[in-house]
């Protein structure tokens, strides 16, 4: 997910005056219904603006946060933990060859505007997505419709990736039938993300009036992903209000909703970008909960009384190379000289909460396909040295950018985490050049384009495949890594077409081991990011790929 990505889709850019002023959403009524009053608003503070309410034109945490509320996939992740069930459809089932999936749709469900829900509605999304043009064919637009599904009916870029969806047939009203060109590690996983979320056929035509735009990196997103009125989903809250000069989206419970009703029937979410600025709306009643709690105020939290739940550990932090950013970083002695130097169990124990873990390939140890037999690199400080000097790199300067005005799961306090890579870098012999950048779209459009030398950055996984980690950075080249090895490539891809999972375990376990002896980045750890709420509160379950259902949330 997430902009907790490396390869994210920059964060909205537009120049978009639509929603900018002041319409009622206001954060007045949050704070006096978090003190009291009828308890009919749920008030939550995460770490960041939404880049949309469509949130097939997204790829960040933030705005999913907001559009998981509204919008349901045909599959979702069980509450608190990563199995796929049923979300749309009832059930699913995919041909041996991984070809032809074929969803049984629930019945009964209708859209926020009234319109039915059915296997129709499933293609006219699908071949939506299918069907764009111009702008929305950017990998900053839809980046994982590219991810999971390939390009385009018309590919209007020679380099964009070959389209692997092929057809969504409405066999009958409620089975639909969507079938792609191969089989792929992405599949059924990606049938569960917020990305390709079920719309209304009705908000679709007239979201096809409307063209996105882009000048340069800058996108301009169109006016209905800007402003609530026109997208509708089918999830328990429908989107009424974003008030971009109060940082706020308002939700209001549908009361149509298929399933089990919301408990609360106002939800506002709220953004408060730092950690302390969120700890200090929670102790004044100003909010009933958070997300991204630093590990410092777990325990004052707790200790007063707040409920500070912990995820499972889902997610990866790493320290990026970038080879074509800096010359040096093409010798494989300087980059293992660098993951020599850095002192990877003090940042756990310093910047984690507890249950983090020093992290030995590009996947959390809690993913199938985690291998046991990757090369390591312990801190030693000395070796360091020595392999700088044997790289005739002993007088290497180097420039690291790290982020501001942020929090991510993985990344509690990137400031912090920065100056102690950078205190091990300078004890090895390295000058490092910091490069703060504010995260979007200043930080996020730099690593991808592959500007930073060195840069900190990290995942949250989608769904629980080994892919989702490693095919995301290392499946092909990208600039932010800045190096073509095939042994690489080829090694990452070979799992990802192999329909027995044991097989594609074991392609994923020898795939870790290849990329750590390539040493393309340092992986820097896993950890379980908090979350915390007001006493009052009865939390939802709390989900490992940050997944949380506000309507599960009820007062006390």
């Not at 037999?373 to 030693?380: E, H, I, L, M, N």
Request: proline share 6%; net charge negative.
């Amino acid at each position: 997910m997430r902009i907790s990505k490396s390869r994210a889709v920059r964060a909205v850019t537009a120049a978009v005056a639509v929603g900018l002023i002041a319409t009622g959403c206001s954060s007045e009524r949050g704070k006096d219904d978090a003190k009291g009053g009828d308890k009919d608003t749920f008030v939550f503070a995460g770490t960041g603006d939404p880049g949309s309410l469509d949130p097939a034109l997204a790829a960040d945490g933030e705005t999913y946060r907001v559009t998981r509320q509204a919008f349901e996939a045909l599959l979702k992740h069980e509450p608190g933990g990563s199995k796929l069930v049923g979300g749309l459809a009832e059930s699913w089932e995919g041909n041996d060859a991984g070809t032809v999936w074929t969803f049984n749709l629930r019945k009964g469900v209708k859209f926020h505007d009234g319109e039915a829900f059915n296997a129709a509605a499933v293609c006219a999304n699908y071949d939506h997505w299918f069907n764009w043009t111009g702008t929305y064919q950017t990998s900053a637009v839809s980046y994982y419709w590219q991810s999971i599904m390939g390009g385009f009916k018309n590919n209007e870029d020679p380099e964009a990736p070959k389209p692997n969806y092929k057809s969504c047939t409405a066999k009958d009203e409620h089975t639909a039938v969507i079938e792609v060109n191969e089989a792929s590690a992405n599949l059924p996983g990606g049938f569960s993300l917020q990305a390709l979320a079920i719309h209304s056929p009705k908000a679709i035509k007239e979201y096809e009036k409307q063209e996105a735009s882009a000048k340069g990196d800058a996108i301009t997103y169109p006016k209905y992903s800007q402003e609530a009125g026109t997208v509708a989903g089918t999830g328990p809250y429908k989107i009424t209000e974003w008030n971009k000069g109060n940082k706020e989206v308002a939700l209001e419970r549908f009361d149509d909703y298929w399933g089990e009703k919301a408990k609360v029937k106002n939800l506002v979410i709220r953004t408060i970008d730092t950690p302390e600025g969120r700890r200090q709306a929670l102790q004044a009643g100003d909010i009933d909960g958070y997300d991204l709690v630093a590990p410092a105020d777990v325990k004052t939290l707790e200790e007063a009384g707040f409920q500070v739940p912990t995820r499972d550990v889902f997610n990866l932090f790493y320290l990026g190379m970038t080879q074509e950013a800096n010359p040096a970083l093409k010798k494989r002695e300087v980059r293992q000289a660098i993951a020599h130097a850095i002192d990877r169990e003090n940042m756990v124990k310093t910047q984690l909460p507890e249950g983090g873990k020093v992290a030995t390939q590009f996947m959390p140890h809690t993913v199938a396909g985690h291998s046991d037999k990757v090369k390591t690199y312990a801190y030693d400080t000395n070796k360091a040295k020595q392999l700088l000097k044997d790289a005739g790199e002993s007088g290497l300067k180097i420039d690291f950018c790290y982020p501001t005005e942020v929090t991510r799961p993985y990344m509690p306090a990137p400031q912090d985490m920065f100056e102690l890579m950078k205190a091990d870098l300078e004890k090895a012999g390295i000058t490092v050049t910091p490069k703060p950048m504010k995260w979007a779209p200043d930080y996020l459009d730099a690593t991808e384009a592959g500007s930073c030398a060195l840069h900190m950055l990290g995942w949250t996984g989608d769904f629980n495949d080994g892919y989702n980690f490693i095919g995301t950075w290392f499946s092909e080249y990208d600039k932010q890594w800045g190096f073509k090895d095939e042994t690489v490539f080829t090694a990452v891809n070979a799992g990802s077409k192999e329909g027995d999972p044991a097989k594609r375990i074991e392609a994923y376990k020898k795939a870790n081991e290849v990329i750590m002896e390539y040493l393309p980045g340092l992986p820097v750890s896993s950890s379980p990011p908090a979350i915390a709420f007001a006493k009052n509160v009865n939390p939802p379950n709390v989900s490992p790929l940050t997944q949380e259902s506000f309507a599960e949330v009820s007062f006390k």
